[in-house]
């Protein structure tokens, strides 16, 4: 990841879970790989290069709470969240052109 400057992780409500002493509340949830993988992605870039792009409801793991999280409604698609996604690029000093996004 040596050459790796910004991060987007996807988190889909793939799977259902719940705390042991809620078992009958499941809430929708990311795969575990993929909330381990952006906990190393934050880990190794800061979570200031790092975006979570959620669907829907996925639940947003406790221990990255307060990271960059921009979601995308359920039957939306990733048009929803392009500026944003954008800006977020701006922000940590990517130039982009904005034309672009047109193409989506």
Same mark, same amino acid.
């Not at 400057?5 to 889909?12: E, H, P």
């Not at 809620?22 to 992605?41: D, I, M, P």
């Given at each position: ?51 979570? #792009? =959620?669907?829907?409801?996925?639940? !947003?793991?406790?221990? @990255?709470?307060?990271?960059? &999280?921009?979601?995308? %409604?359920?039957?939306?698609? #990733? =048009?929803?969240?392009?500026?944003? !996604?954008?800006?977020? @690029?701006?922000?940590?000093? &990517?130039?982009?052109? %904005?034309?672009?996004?047109? #193409?989506?």
């Amino acid at each position: 990841m040596s050459d790796v400057g910004f991060a987007f992780v996807l988190l889909t409500p793939d799977d259902l879970g719940a705390v042991a002493t809620a078992a009958n509340q499941l809430q929708s949830r990311a795969r575990q790989n993929v909330v381990f993988e952006h906990g190393l992605v934050v880990a190794a870039l800061s979570p200031e290069r790092v975006c979570a #792009i =959620r669907r829907g409801e996925a639940e !947003i793991p406790s221990d @990255l709470l307060g990271v960059l &999280y921009k979601t995308i %409604a359920p039957g939306g698609s #990733i =048009r929803s969240i392009a500026i944003d !996604i954008a800006n977020e @690029l701006r922000a940590a000093g &990517y130039i982009l052109d %904005a034309n672009k996004l047109l #193409i989506l």
